[in-house]
């Protein structure tokens, strides 16, 4: 079977690619934060709870996050949407047919978020009053945030390596996956380690914000966090080169000088990790802040590359027909304006609003 | 097909869809409505300072929460996976079409969370004025989420203008949009009062359980206002065509018609009880009960909507197969397997026939049907087809009952589809045309003495329709009883003939073997209750039986042996088509005898349905309509039409076809709003058997050239004239008698999607009331010449019943039959059952097998030779079809 006649023939996109390119990256780049949130913290708060000691929330390093994951799961579904919106646009030939080639691990993560999205509150909400169910239920949240993570790496990766779809006439059951991938491991640790390592930041940072209303004393679990932080990160560092060798070979040349601007900016990421793994280790929470806040954009933008790279033999954006909208493209840039401001003024209100009200 | 299609032959993805979406929009609409719920109920506890109310909204919106914001939300998202996975081209034209419909759905997404969120997690800490503020703008964010998507959903019903313009408001705005909004509004604020009671139930202190019961039925109660006016609205929005497929035609309707009626009503007297007193735990029964009701609404709503859409997944333009409107002529041409880019065979051969065809069940039939599964499961559906029959069904699909769509590709796809259904799925053979019968062994007729010296009398006799189907299924139903009329004229030979009378009597016997055909039908048994008359065993409709006398008709000179019961079944188990009748006429007083002759009386039970409808043969494997074959039939009649007719043969009483259907043939009014019994028949089939040529017609029809009846033994047949030289291809044919009909609604719908075949178009077509009216013989043979070259009657039909052939006279008063023979046996006739055994009067009278006095033998009557044609121009002369029947 020949590989290029599976590619199904893709509709037209009512504004330009470049312009969905750009949503897709940006609110990608706010849903990958929100996951590694979820995903590190729960693994952090797991991991601390299965100590001996469990410490109460109050008293644990991980007690200002814990409460956030139920809220930060509504926020990262939400900011899944918008990506997943956009990538069906721009490749919606390639990411539905990989989907429906792993159907079955696909619909799963649906009922399987809903359990894990209750577990987080069952976990935060029975904390410390049932504890084992507390901690069963962290459990099955987090296994089950691994096994999305797993189906969406699987997913991410089938899509652009359509020389690997013909196995559907072997299994059209919907239950192939690309695990067996040379550079599947790397790239679903290289997601999980950094997770970790932004949790742990977020948790410095939180705990910055709360000694700055509250005028507690912080340091030591700031200083926790950005430890995590820093060794998550050089562990990333391993990883991801890790990840940059299992490439195919000429997609992996491509970061090393075979296209310059994609290799600028890895380059220009691994020098902020290590930048930001130096600051971390010296315990400075703002200049982590600044550099991972430019890593993470970058490593982004430098998943997009890869997928440009990894598709180039079969599809560039340019190839899309354009059919404009642009009265409905302007509109929504409206109603993005005013929702923005709406959600503003409601975090706003929300957030000047006393501790304790009387009722 | 575009795309890959995920495999699930049990389950469907259709199924799955369905589940995911029913439960997410019954909570999605409590979202926006439970949004209304909060934001005034919350105002209420304010403005009459009831900590009570506010507390319940506190613990009301935490449930909320739980439930939209996760589940609802999870869902939502869960019904795009699932879309993308079960219909990924459809979703893919959504998505894109819509893709800042969608964007701005998601702001209105972030809106709505954040909103609750700030909602729950500060309820406390707002003010009262800030904590209304953020529920309003929850409840705003909620309902535009709805305007958004109501707007996509909608335009998948009635894409309206856009099929035209593409242009994205035409499509959003659609001609179902504004309604539709309104109902789901509506059903938001119905549905908010359901989840309403949920708390409510929980609360302590009862008074304050009833006030807020109270509260909550008019939540429930007051949107019923809204849910008919803006249903109507809705109803009569959707276009007539897409509405007379859905409540007319698609029997799936039905089952969510009612439960959406039912749980309407169930819901509304719910709200009621919920307004008396009762015990906490009878509160919390009720509500459990109505909020499962609640969601059988939902699933019935949201069904009929999804139904209604049949057979596109977006109207008009792209099929549930996933195939786009516009491109079915090129994959009728090319092939939907190279159509299909997920197709791994591109080429049909005799190796990968089933394996090609189990491709296009995939392809075409999959997203509907299951395989042995649970739901639209293929296996009942087609196992009483035999291969032909789902040819047919295949061929015929979509074109009447639109609600599925056109079987697409080539002839040989269709072949391998039918195929894989018949034998891979059904276990059954592959029989392509209907088998030849068992081998006829033809017999010498014996041919009654002439002496054309003494006799004085010449006794013509003949089947006025040459041939009578019967059909031997009456405990299922009869659609043609055993009914064959003979017609006789006696002549008195001299030099002036004369067509005798008067005081004469004709007699008539059956041959020997037949004269019990109630030992082998079915038909004294139910003719009671069929046609309402008390028979006695073997006598017939008018009372003749096997042997008898004929009944003179003064106005035709011509004597009638009206509907004697003869059936082809002999008592020693043989089939014989044309039992031979012994016919004597004799002078009443003396008893002498006048004159004697033969005649066959053409009957059959070779009726094709089997072909098609399956079954086996009902009488010694070789004939006859079997109770399978009927109750198929039957079944499919009240699947298509909505009957009962086999559930009330079942309790024993089966129906005549013509108590419904008026068919002029058996003097039958029928129903006036109903199609006549040919019209219905012909124009139904004609979609499904879409063939041209006499192959259509001897499908059903008793005319095989390898069947047991050959019921074509015209003179006609020799010279390579077929049926539909004169009656027209199945298709014209059809489109004929519909013309008659129309008026009625069954024609209208049939008569769309025939194409006329051998004229420019349908216009062309003259309509023709079945036996009244039929192909004019003098069309071809114009003044009683020889016709020209390929001769057609088609369309071109006798004025009226006078002008038939079967009534028609010369200027004698002699019937054209008497001396051409029966209709469709035209002398010189052939007859498998043997050479002469339909040619018996001119063999006998004449010696040869031409009709009464051609060849110049005008003694036969008139005992001299004669120079004036006055039977009809053209008659002195040999005749030109010589045939060889010795």
């Given at each position: 079977?020949?590989?290029?006649?599976?590619?199904?023939?893709?509709?037209s996109i009512?504004?330009?690619?470049?312009?969905?390119?750009?949503?897709?990256?940006?609110?990608?780049?706010?849903?990958?934060?929100?996951?590694?949130?979820?995903?590190g913290?729960?693994?952090?708060?797991?991991?601390?709870?299965l100590?001996?000691?469990d410490?109460?929330?109050?008293?644990?390093?991980?007690?200002?996050i814990a409460?956030?994951?139920?809220t930060?799961?509504?926020?990262?579904?939400?900011?899944?949407v918008?990506?997943l919106?956009?990538?069906?646009?721009?490749?919606?030939?390639?990411?539905?047919?990989?989907?429906?080639?792993?159907?079955?691990?696909?619909?799963?993560?649906?009922?399987?978020?809903?359990?894990?999205?209750?577990?987080?509150?069952?976990h935060?909400?029975?904390?410390?009053k049932?504890?084992t169910?507390?901690?069963?239920?962290?459990?099955?949240?987090t296994l089950?945030?691994?096994?999305?993570?797993?189906?969406?790496?699987n997913?991410?990766?089938l899509m652009m390596?359509?020389?690997?779809?013909?196995?559907y006439?072997?299994?059209?059951?919907?239950?192939l996956?690309?695990?067996?991938?040379?550079s599947?491991?790397?790239?679903?640790?290289h997601?999980i380690?950094?997770?970790?390592?932004?949790s742990?930041?977020?948790i410095?940072?939180?705990?910055?914000?709360r000694?700055?209303?509250t005028?507690?004393?912080?340091?030591?679990k700031?200083?926790?966090?950005?430890?995590?932080?820093?060794?998550?990160?050089?562990?990333?560092?391993v990883v991801?080169f890790w990840?940059?060798?299992s490439l195919?070979?000429?997609?992996m040349?491509?970061?090393?000088?075979?296209n310059?601007?994609y290799t600028i900016i890895?380059?220009a990421g691994?020098v902020?990790?290590?930048?930001?793994i130096?600051t971390?280790?010296?315990?400075n929470?703002?200049?982590t802040?600044i550099?991972?806040?430019?890593?993470?954009?970058?490593?982004v933008?430098?998943?997009?590359?890869?997928?440009?790279?990894?598709?180039?033999?079969?599809?560039?954006?340019n190839?899309?027909t354009?059919?404009p909208?642009t009265d409905?493209?302007i509109?929504?840039?409206l109603?993005?304006?005013?929702?923005?401001v709406?959600?503003?003024?409601?975090?706003k209100?929300?957030?000047?609003?006393p501790e304790r009200r009387k009722? | 097909?575009?795309?890959?299609?995920?495999?699930l032959?049990q389950?469907?993805?259709?199924?799955?869809?369905?589940?995911i979406?029913?439960?997410h929009?019954y909570?999605?609409?409590l979202a926006v409505?439970?949004?209304?719920f909060?934001?005034?109920?919350?105002l209420?506890?304010?403005r009459e300072?009831n900590?009570?109310?506010?507390q319940?909204?506190?613990?009301?919106?935490?449930?909320f929460?739980l439930?939209?914001?996760?589940?609802g939300?999870?869902?939502?998202?869960?019904?795009w996976f699932i879309i993308a996975?079960?219909?990924?081209s459809?979703?893919?034209s959504?998505?894109?079409?819509?893709?800042?419909?969608?964007?701005?759905?998601w702001?209105?997404?972030?809106?709505?969370?954040?909103?609750?969120?700030?909602y729950?997690?500060k309820?406390d800490?707002?003010s009262?004025?800030?904590?209304?503020?953020?529920a309003?703008?929850?409840?705003?964010?909620?309902?535009l989420?709805l305007f958004?998507?109501?707007?996509?959903l909608?335009?998948?019903l009635?894409?309206g203008?856009?099929l035209?313009t593409?242009?994205?408001?035409?499509?959003?705005?659609?001609?179902?949009?504004?309604?539709?909004?309104?109902?789901?509004?509506?059903?938001?604020?119905?549905?908010?009062?359901?989840?309403?009671?949920?708390?409510?139930?929980?609360?302590?202190?009862?008074?304050?359980?009833?006030?807020?019961?109270?509260?909550?039925?008019?939540?429930?109660?007051?949107?019923?206002?809204?849910?008919?006016i803006?249903g109507?609205?809705?109803?009569?929005?959707?276009?007539?065509?897409?509405?007379?497929?859905?409540?007319?035609?698609?029997?799936?309707?039905?089952?969510?018609?009612?439960?959406?009626?039912?749980s309407?009503?169930?819901?509304?007297?719910g709200g009621?009880?919920a307004?008396?007193k009762?015990?906490?735990s009878?509160?919390k029964?009720?509500t459990f009960?109505?909020?499962i009701?609640?969601l059988?609404?939902?699933?019935?709503?949201e069904?009929?909507?999804e139904?209604?859409?049949?057979p596109?997944?977006?109207?008009?333009?792209?099929?549930?197969?996933?195939?786009l409107?516009?491109?079915?002529?090129?994959?009728?041409q090319?092939?939907?397997?190279?159509?299909?880019?997920?197709?791994?065979?591109?080429?049909?051969?005799?190796?990968?026939r089933?394996?090609?065809g189990?491709?296009?069940?995939?392809?075409q039939?999959?997203?509907?049907?299951?395989?042995?599964?649970?739901?639209?499961d293929i296996?009942?559906?087609?196992?009483?087809?035999t291969?032909?029959?789902?040819l047919?069904?295949?061929?015929g699909?979509?074109?009447v009952l639109?609600?599925?769509?056109?079987?697409?590709?080539?002839?040989e796809?269709k072949?391998?589809?039918a195929?894989y259904?018949?034998?891979?799925l059904?276990?059954?053979?592959?029989?392509?045309?209907?088998e030849?019968?068992?081998?006829?062994?033809?017999?010498?007729?014996?041919?009654?003495?002439f002496?054309?010296?003494?006799?004085q009398?010449?006794?013509l006799?003949?089947?006025?329709?040459?041939m009578?189907?019967?059909?031997?299924?009456?405990?299922w139903f009869?659609?043609?009883?055993?009914?064959?009329?003979?017609?006789?004229?006696?002549i008195r030979?001299?030099?002036?003939p004369?067509?005798?009378?008067?005081?004469?009597?004709?007699?008539?016997?059956?041959?020997?073997?037949?004269?019990?055909?109630?030992?082998?039908?079915?038909?004294?048994?139910?003719?009671?209750?069929?046609?309402?008359?008390?028979?006695?065993k073997?006598?017939?409709l008018?009372?003749?039986?096997?042997?008898?006398?004929?009944?003179?008709?003064?106005?035709?000179?011509?004597?009638?042996?009206?509907?004697?019961?003869?059936?082809?079944?002999s008592?020693?188990?043989t089939?014989?088509?044309?039992?031979?009748?012994d016919?004597e006429?004799r002078?009443?007083?003396?008893?002498?005898?006048?004159?004697?002759?033969?005649?066959?009386?053409?009957?059959s039970?070779?009726?094709?349905?089997?072909?098609?409808h399956?079954?086996?043969w009902?009488?010694n494997?070789?004939?006859?309509?079997?109770?399978?074959?009927?109750?198929?039939?039957?079944?499919a009649?009240?699947r298509?039409?909505?009957t009962?007719?086999?559930?009330?043969?079942?309790?024993?009483?089966?129906?005549l076809?013509?108590?419904?259907?008026?068919d002029?043939?058996m003097?039958?009014a029928?129903?006036a709003?109903?199609?006549?019994?040919?019209?219905?028949?012909?124009?139904?089939?004609?979609?499904?058997?879409?063939?041209e040529?006499a192959e259509a017609?001897m499908l059903?029809?008793p005319?095989?050239?390898?069947?047991?009846?050959?019921?074509?033994?015209?003179?006609?047949?020799?010279k390579?004239?077929?049926?539909?030289?004169?009656?027209?291809?199945?298709?014209?044919h059809?489109i004929?008698?519909?013309?008659?009909?129309?008026?009625?609604?069954?024609?209208?719908?049939?008569?769309e999607?025939?194409e006329?075949?051998?004229?420019?178009?349908?216009?062309?077509?003259?309509?023709?009331?079945?036996?009244?009216k039929?192909?004019?013989?003098?069309?071809?043979?114009?003044?009683?010449?020889?016709p020209g070259?390929?001769?057609?009657?088609?369309?071109?039909?006798?004025?009226?019943?006078?002008?038939l052939?079967?009534?028609?006279?010369?200027?004698?008063g002699?019937r054209?039959?008497?001396?051409?023979?029966?209709?469709?046996?035209e002398?010189p006739?052939?007859?498998?059952?043997?050479?002469?055994?339909?040619?018996i009067q001119?063999?006998?009278?004449?010696?040869?097998?031409?009709?009464?006095?051609?060849?110049?033998?005008?003694?036969?009557?008139?005992?001299?030779e004669m120079?004036?044609?006055?039977?009809?121009?053209?008659?002195?002369k040999?005749?030109?079809?010589?045939v060889?029947?010795?």
């Amino acid at each position: 079977m020949e590989t290029l006649t599976l590619i199904p023939t893709p509709d037209s996109i009512p504004a330009p690619a470049w312009f969905f390119q750009v949503l897709n990256i940006l609110t990608f780049l706010i849903h990958i934060l929100f996951v590694n949130i979820i995903l590190g913290g729960s693994i952090l708060i797991l991991m601390s709870r299965l100590t001996r000691t469990d410490p109460p929330l109050d008293q644990s390093l991980h007690g200002v996050i814990a409460p956030k994951i139920p809220t930060t799961f509504a926020l990262a579904i939400n900011f899944g949407v918008a990506p997943l919106l956009f990538i069906q646009v721009i490749y919606g030939q390639f990411i539905y047919t990989s989907s429906v080639l792993m159907a079955v691990y696909w619909i799963l993560v649906i009922p399987l978020l809903i359990i894990a999205y209750y577990g987080a509150y069952i976990h935060i909400k029975n904390y410390s009053k049932a504890r084992t169910l507390s901690v069963v239920s962290l459990m099955v949240t987090t296994l089950i945030l691994l096994y999305i993570a797993f189906v969406y790496v699987n997913n991410m990766t089938l899509m652009m390596q359509p020389d690997k779809w013909a196995s559907y006439f072997q299994d059209r059951g919907g239950t192939l996956l690309n695990a067996a991938d040379p550079s599947f491991l790397p790239r679903y640790l290289h997601f999980i380690v950094a997770s970790v390592a932004i949790s742990g930041l977020f948790i410095a940072l939180v705990w910055y914000l709360r000694s700055r209303n509250t005028a507690a004393e912080a340091g030591e679990k700031i200083n926790s966090g950005l430890k995590i932080y820093a060794i998550g990160t050089s562990v990333q560092v391993v990883v991801g080169f890790w990840y940059l060798l299992s490439l195919p070979r000429d997609l992996m040349l491509s970061f090393m000088g075979g296209n310059m601007v994609y290799t600028i900016i890895l380059a220009a990421g691994i020098v902020l990790a290590m930048g930001s793994i130096i600051t971390g280790f010296l315990k400075n929470l703002k200049a982590t802040l600044i550099q991972l806040g430019i890593l993470i954009t970058i490593m982004v933008i430098t998943r997009a590359n890869l997928r440009t790279l990894y598709l180039a033999d079969y599809f560039k954006l340019n190839q899309l027909t354009l059919k404009p909208q642009t009265d409905v493209m302007i509109l929504f840039l409206l109603v993005f304006i005013i929702g923005l401001v709406a959600v503003g003024y409601m975090i706003k209100i929300a957030n000047s609003a006393p501790e304790r009200r009387k009722a | 097909m575009n795309y890959p299609y995920w495999d699930l032959p049990q389950i469907g993805g259709a199924s799955l869809i369905a589940l995911i979406s029913i439960v997410h929009v019954y909570v999605a609409h409590l979202a926006v409505g439970g949004g209304a719920f909060i934001w005034l109920t919350d105002l209420k506890g304010a403005r009459e300072k009831n900590v009570k109310i506010h507390q319940y909204i506190r613990k009301y919106t935490w449930f909320f929460l739980l439930l939209t914001m996760i589940f609802g939300g999870v869902t939502g998202v869960g019904i795009w996976f699932i879309i993308a996975l079960v219909h990924p081209s459809a979703t893919s034209s959504l998505i894109h079409y819509f893709v800042f419909g969608w964007a701005i759905e998601w702001v209105f997404f972030l809106g709505e969370i954040t909103a609750l969120l700030v909602y729950h997690y500060k309820f406390d800490q707002l003010s009262h004025r800030n904590r209304h503020r953020v529920a309003f703008l929850y409840f705003l964010f909620a309902w535009l989420s709805l305007f958004i998507i109501n707007g996509i959903l909608s335009f998948m019903l009635t894409p309206g203008k856009w099929l035209v313009t593409q242009n994205f408001w035409h499509g959003f705005l659609n001609p179902t949009f504004l309604p539709s909004l309104l109902f789901r509004t509506s059903a938001a604020a119905m549905i908010a009062g359901l989840f309403g009671y949920v708390t409510v139930v929980f609360e302590q202190g009862a008074s304050f359980r009833r006030t807020m019961l109270r509260y909550c039925s008019k939540w429930t109660l007051f949107p019923f206002l809204g849910l008919v006016i803006f249903g109507a609205w809705y109803l009569f929005s959707i276009p007539k065509h897409i509405s007379t497929i859905t409540f007319n035609f698609n029997p799936q309707t039905i089952p969510f018609v009612y439960t959406l009626l039912i749980s309407s009503i169930l819901i509304f007297i719910g709200g009621i009880a919920a307004l008396l007193k009762a015990k906490q735990s009878t509160q919390k029964m009720l509500t459990f009960v109505l909020v499962i009701i609640g969601l059988a609404w939902m699933g019935g709503f949201e069904y009929v909507r999804e139904i209604a859409r049949k057979p596109y997944v977006i109207n008009d333009f792209m099929f549930s197969t996933s195939v786009l409107k516009s491109d079915v002529d090129q994959i009728n041409q090319t092939g939907l397997l190279k159509y299909a880019k997920w197709s791994k065979i591109k080429e049909i051969n005799d190796e990968n026939r089933i394996e090609a065809g189990s491709e296009l069940f995939r392809l075409q039939c999959s997203g509907c049907h299951t395989i042995n599964g649970i739901r639209n499961d293929i296996i009942p559906r087609t196992h009483m087809f035999t291969y032909m029959g789902m040819l047919a069904q295949l061929d015929g699909q979509g074109k009447v009952l639109k609600y599925m769509p056109r079987v697409l590709g080539t002839e040989e796809e269709k072949k391998a589809l039918a195929a894989y259904i018949v034998l891979e799925l059904n276990d059954k053979e592959l029989i392509e045309n209907p088998e030849p019968s068992k081998p006829i062994i033809p017999e010498t007729t014996a041919i009654p003495p002439f002496n054309s010296r003494t006799d004085q009398y010449v006794l013509l006799v003949w089947n006025d329709l040459g041939m009578h189907c019967i059909s031997d299924s009456d405990p299922w139903f009869v659609i043609l009883p055993p009914a064959n009329t003979l017609e006789a004229q006696l002549i008195r030979r001299g030099t002036r003939p004369e067509i005798v009378t008067d005081g004469v009597e004709i007699t008539y016997a059956v041959q020997k073997g037949f004269e019990n055909p109630s030992k082998h039908v079915d038909f004294w048994e139910y003719a009671d209750r069929i046609f309402g008359a008390k028979l006695g065993k073997d006598t017939g409709l008018a009372g003749t039986g096997m042997s008898g006398a004929f009944e003179l008709d003064d106005y035709t000179a011509t004597f009638v042996a009206e509907k004697i019961p003869v059936v082809p079944y002999s008592d020693n188990g043989t089939y014989q088509p044309y039992p031979i009748f012994d016919i004597e006429a004799r002078e009443t007083e003396s008893g002498e005898l006048l004159a004697a002759t033969k005649v066959v009386a053409p009957v059959s039970t070779e009726m094709g349905c089997r072909n098609c409808h399956g079954g086996d043969w009902r009488w010694n494997n070789t004939s006859g309509l079997s109770e399978e074959t009927a109750i198929n039939i039957l079944k499919a009649h009240d699947r298509i039409n909505r009957t009962d007719l086999y559930d009330q043969a079942r309790k024993g009483k089966p129906q005549l076809c013509q108590n419904c259907h008026a068919d002029p043939a058996m003097g039958a009014a029928g129903k006036a709003d109903l199609l006549n019994l040919s019209a219905a028949l012909h124009g139904w089939h004609a979609h499904y058997l879409a063939k041209e040529g006499a192959e259509a017609c001897m499908l059903c029809h008793p005319s095989h050239p390898t069947g047991n009846t050959r019921c074509s033994r015209s003179v006609h047949v020799k010279k390579g004239i077929k049926c539909t030289d004169c009656h027209g291809n199945f298709a014209d044919h059809a489109i004929a008698l519909l013309k008659d009909q129309q008026g009625r609604r069954s024609a209208e719908l049939l008569l769309e999607a025939l194409e006329a075949t051998q004229v420019a178009s349908k216009e062309e077509i003259n309509p023709r009331t079945p036996w009244l009216k039929l192909p004019d013989c003098l069309s071809c043979h114009v003044d009683y010449d020889k016709p020209g070259e390929h001769p057609s009657s088609f369309n071109k039909w006798t004025p009226g019943p006078y002008a038939l052939y079967r009534n028609r006279t010369d200027r004698s008063g002699t019937r054209c039959t008497a001396c051409h023979g029966s209709p469709h046996a035209e002398y010189p006739a052939t007859n498998a059952y043997g050479p002469n055994r339909d040619n018996i009067q001119p063999m006998q009278y004449t010696g040869e097998p031409y009709p009464i006095g051609s060849n110049e033998k005008c003694e036969v009557c008139h005992i001299q030779e004669m120079k004036f044609e006055i039977h009809h121009h053209n008659l002195l002369k040999m005749f030109r079809n010589k045939v060889s029947v010795h």
